[in-house]
């Protein structure tokens, strides 16, 4: 059984880098209002916070879970 790959995000409430298993990981899109799309990766911690970091097309592209919209 493959290992999945690990995506990192920054905790600001800790102030530490987080590693999450990229099963765990949602891709979202967030619609600007002046027309532009920013691509995201979002994670829920065992606490209930989310954690979201935004990246480029390529990276999200690069993640296999399911995408969201925003």
Avoid: C, I
Wanted: proline fraction near 1%; glycine fraction near 4%; charge should be positive.
């Amino acid at each position: 059984m493959a290992a999945h790959a690990r995506v990192e995000f920054y905790d600001v409430k800790t102030r530490q880098k987080v590693l999450v298993d990229e099963k765990d990981v949602v891709r979202a899109t967030f619609k600007r209002k002046d027309g532009r799309v920013l691509y995201g990766l979002s994670a829920q911690l065992e606490d209930g916070r989310f954690l979201t970091r935004y990246v480029t097309k390529e990276e999200w592209d690069q993640v296999k879970e399911p995408a969201r919209k925003n």
